[in-house]
Every structure is written in structure tokens, then in C-alpha cells.
């Protein structure tokens, strides 16, 4: 087989790096992918029940980037939606992240609006403080709560989702769910919130729909490549994988998946209940409250935290910590010898945290800069990859 371009890996990033390539400079791509599906984890499928699921886990569309909402509004219809998240804290469930109505649902009316008037004072109202950030800087009052907020909702569902402290992470991470100083409820603000109307997988298929574009599922590339001749490659997996781990291994996380199907309509209050304290799970999202959709019968997935052992399961999150920043590195500078002839994107190939809107962005830039600018004109044949 004769291509253009490979890509391995059929997320987001792949998905829109192959669109750009076949239908602006009218190249051939085979985009290929080892699971059975295209989407990446952003797959979802119609279950028994015609309940439309997300396999792994809740994935929230939201974005700040018009570039990217118009980009993605070329595939799919949109369906308006504003998630909403509640934690169960000492058996009451309170509006994650942490802000103004957390306050008055878990302590005596009085002492809520004391304060409230203090975290007015000290930060202002409508900021968004990391929870670190309120812990080194507060005293008297604050720091009572910060020590509880962090005691209640920070620590041991962090310990559960990454086996760490939130000090032994990127300050990032933590940053992601900060105190909020406002009575908005929304679990984002972006001004871009909404599903599409009929599913991520319908989206991804409209953008693959391209005469240039041929799929291969169920294929682990190492075991093809010897067989495609192609230009170049764009690679959205394991950056460690791809160089037979020549550095050692880079530690991800995984998950681990539970759904359950009750005859009833609704389960909890909200999209998603986070635990950060109770069981072995992190959070229960209703499948329902995502895709908009009337049944008597609900499907709920419950997350379940793992380490990631390489064939055994899926890595989902790159562990943000600077030793593993460094052994990154390492990686990029080989990846950097190839000069250009692979291109790595991605959350696992770049090993960076990437929200949806975020790789799908990164994706649109790279085809920019590393694909319009620097395309050869005549196949060379099979790449030399290092294969394990």
C-alpha cells in the first residue's frame, strides 16, 4: 500500500490531523488505530438500552477557542449543555469546584458568610484560587478552611486518582479544580459548553468521511509498517512505546470502567457525583444527563483508578512530575533526530495533559506549522521505526 501520510492513532488528535491532510493538500492517509473503534477515548456507542455512553468515562466538551468550535462545528450539530458536579463531603453533596454555595451547604449560615466576606476580602469575587495557592496563603479564618477543603476534597481524591500527595504533583493538576469565589455552579466556564447532538463517534466519522482517508482497526502498526509506503507519519501513542522505552518506562495512569444499568430515570442529581473520600471510586457519571436523552431506564459508569502496567490496560494520564518531565526530555530529543519525518501529538505521545478542545487545537497548529510548510513531494517508503 502506496499513502502519503500514516498516523497511528484515531483520537482526536489523529482524527483531525488526517481531515486536514486529505481534504486541504488532497494527500492519502491511512489512519490506524489497535482498538476496534475510532475516537480514541472519546468513543461512545448506543447501548442495549439505546442509551448513548461514553466507554471511558465522561468526556465534557467545553472550549475558550472559537478557532476550535468552528473547526469541530464543520462535522456535528451541538446540543447546549452545562455540567454540573457535586462531591459528597461529611455525607452532603456540595458543588464541585468548591466555591460560594459549597460554603453555605456544609456550615452554619453565619459562619459561611464570615467566610465568604474573607475570601472577598483577600481574593476578590469570580477568582479562581488553586487549592495550594490558599493554603500558603492563608491565616486565621482562611486557613481553617483551606486545611478543610483541602483535608475533604483535595487530598484523598487525589491520593485515589494518582497514588500521590497534591504537593508531589504539578501545581497544575490542582489548578485544574480550584476554590471558586463565585455562586456559579458550572463545573466550566468556557464560553463554548455543549455535547455533540449525536455522539462523538458520529462526529469522527463525518471528519474521516474523505476519499482520502482509509481506516485500518484492530492493527498494532509495528506489525503492518514493513508493508505501507508512506512520506511521513504522525504518531499519537506512547512516546516511550514508540522508542522501545530506550529511557525506561513513563509512568501514566489508568482507569478502570463499571457500568450499570437501572430501571429507573435518574440515579443522582447532577451529571456527575465525585467521592472523595468514600470507596474505592473517584466519581459516578449518569450517561443520561451528557446525551440529553428520556428513558425509564438510566446507565451509570463508575470510575475505578489504577497504575498502568504496558498490556494490561489503557494509559489515560501522563503523571505531571518533574522527574518524569526530565525522562520526557530525553525522548524528544530523539524524537527531535527524526527531524520531522514522525510528528508526535498528543496526551501520551507528547505527555502532556490535553482537555479535548485543547489536543484538537494542538492538532489544527501542527498542521499548520509542521505539515503545510514542510511537505515532501514524493513517497520514500517505509520510515526506519524503532520496534520492540
Not at 196 to 213: C, D, Q, S, V, W
Not at 215 to 221: E, F, H, I, P, S
Not at 326 to 337: G, Q, S, T, V
Request: with cysteine; net charge neutral.
Amino acid at each position: 500500500m502506496k499513502v502519503d501520510w500514516l498516523i497511528v492513532g484515531a483520537g482526536f488528535s489523529g482524527c483531525v490531523l488526517a481531515e486536514r491532510i486529505a481534504s486541504q493538500l488532497g494527500q492519502r492517509v491511512l489512519l490506524m488505530d489497535k482498538r476496534d473503534h475510532i475516537g480514541g477515548n472519546a468513543y461512545d456507542y448506543y447501548n442495549e438500552h439505546g442509551i448513548l455512553v461514553h466507554k471511558y468515562g465522561p468526556h465534557i466538551f467545553h472550549t475558550k477557542s472559537k478557532k476550535v468550535w468552528d473547526y469541530l462545528s464543520q462535522f456535528t450539530e451541538w446540543r447546549p449543555y452545562f455540567h454540573h458536579v457535586l462531591g459528597v463531603v461529611e455525607g452532603k453533596k456540595v458543588p464541585i469546584p468548591f466555591n460560594l454555595n459549597s460554603l453555605y451547604a456544609l456550615f452554619p449560615p453565619k459562619y459561611a458568610e464570615k467566610l465568604e466576606e474573607k475570601l472577598l476580602d483577600n481574593f476578590g469575587f469570580g477568582v479562581k484560587v488553586p487549592i495550594l495557592k490558599l493554603r500558603e496563603s492563608a491565616n486565621g479564618e482562611l486557613e481553617f478552611l483551606a486545611n478543610y477543603i483541602y483535608d475533604n476534597v483535595f487530598v484523598r481524591y487525589t491520593a485515589k486518582q494518582w497514588e500521590l500527595k497534591p504537593e508531589e504533583l504539578d501545581k497544575a493538576v490542582t489548578g485544574r479544580v480550584p476554590v471558586y469565589i463565585s455562586r456559579d455552579d458550572r463545573y466550566f466556564q468556557d464560553p463554548y459548553q455543549a455535547m455533540p447532538k449525536y455522539g462523538y463517534t458520529e462526529m469522527f466519522r463525518k471528519m474521516l468521511a474523505h476519499p482520502n482517508i482509509k481506516v485500518l482497526l484492530n492493527a498494532d502498526y509495528r506489525e503492518v509498517i514493513n508493508d505501507i509506503k508512506f512520506n511521513r507519519m504522525v504518531y499519537t501513542g506512547p512516546v516511550d512505546t514508540f522508542f522501545d522505552y530506550m529511557y525506561g518506562e513513563l509512568p501514566y495512569r489508568s482507569l478502570r470502567f463499571s457500568f450499570e444499568t437501572l430501571d429507573q430515570e435518574h440515579y443522582q442529581e447532577v451529571g456527575t457525583v465525585n467521592y472523595p473520600n468514600e470507596y474505592d471510586i473517584t466519581r459516578i457519571t449518569e450517561q443520561k444527563y451528557l446525551s440529553g436523552q428520556t428513558s425509564p431506564k438510566t446507565t451509570l459508569v463508575k470510575e475505578y483508578p489504577q497504575a498502568y502496567v504496558p498490556g494490561l490496560n489503557d494509559p489515560y494520564y501522563p503523571v505531571p512530575r518533574e522527574e518524569n518531565r526530565a525522562r520526557y526530555e530525553l525522548y524528544l530529543k530523539e524524537a527531535n533526530k527524526l527531524n520531522g519525518s514522525v510528528i508526535f501529538a498528543g496526551r501520551l505521545a507528547e505527555y502532556k495533559y490535553y482537555d479535548m478542545d485543547q489536543a484538537a487545537l494542538r492538532a489544527l497548529g501542527l498542521f499548520e506549522k509542521e505539515v503545510q510548510e514542510k511537505t515532501p513531494d514524493t513517497i520514500i517508503g517505509s520510515m526506519p521505526v524503532i520496534i520492540a
